[in-house]
């Protein structure tokens, strides 16, 4: 797989950490490259650290959004992922980067989607005065956050979390994305899938 990266790199981590434990054959995938729209981040320092190819690719570098994601598009290729997985990558991708990799393209977003979409996940459903939020692991279409859901973890607001604007909250939630997003990375890869409508149907089910 290909990871996308926008910032810490946890979720990352975790998938490194998952790999080397369970090697390729155990775990099911590997990542060929980790990939992030702006450098300096400790995403991209994780790779470098476990000997993992990196690219680049920043808008502001490019003469249009859609020649970002058709440079997108080509860095990623290039490593001939069978998945990619967009692992707090903070930027939409384009149409170019979605007919080449759509099916196979994975993002986790911290809430229960279809509630609380977009960039302010955590503090949305915070503002909103929900009582669960979590995350949710899901295949990239079109829209934002929209695509269909493999699977979601919940985690429960308590009154303390309106006090810290959320980050306690996106921690807790961040521990049950990690282990999420590993045991779907894990299982699509070792098991297989088949998108049939909005429905992600593993082996065996
Ligand atoms: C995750 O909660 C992800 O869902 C959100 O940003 C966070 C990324 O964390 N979009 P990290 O960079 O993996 O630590």
Redesign the pocket.
Known sequence: MVVL??????????LLDAVEAGGVEGYGARIVAVGADRAGI??LARAERAGIPTFVRRVPEYASRAEWDLALTEATAAYEPDLVVS????KIVGQEFLARFGGRLI????ALLPSFPG?H??RDALAYGAKVTG?TVHFVDEGVDTGPVIAQGVVEILDEDHNDGGAAL?ER??EV??RLLVDVVGRLSRDGYRIEGRKVRLRDE
């Open positions: 990266v926008s910032g810490s790199g946890t979720n990352l981590q975790a400790e995403g692992a707090g990558f903070m993002n986790t977003h911290p960039a996940g955590v995350c996106h939630i961040k994305e990690r």
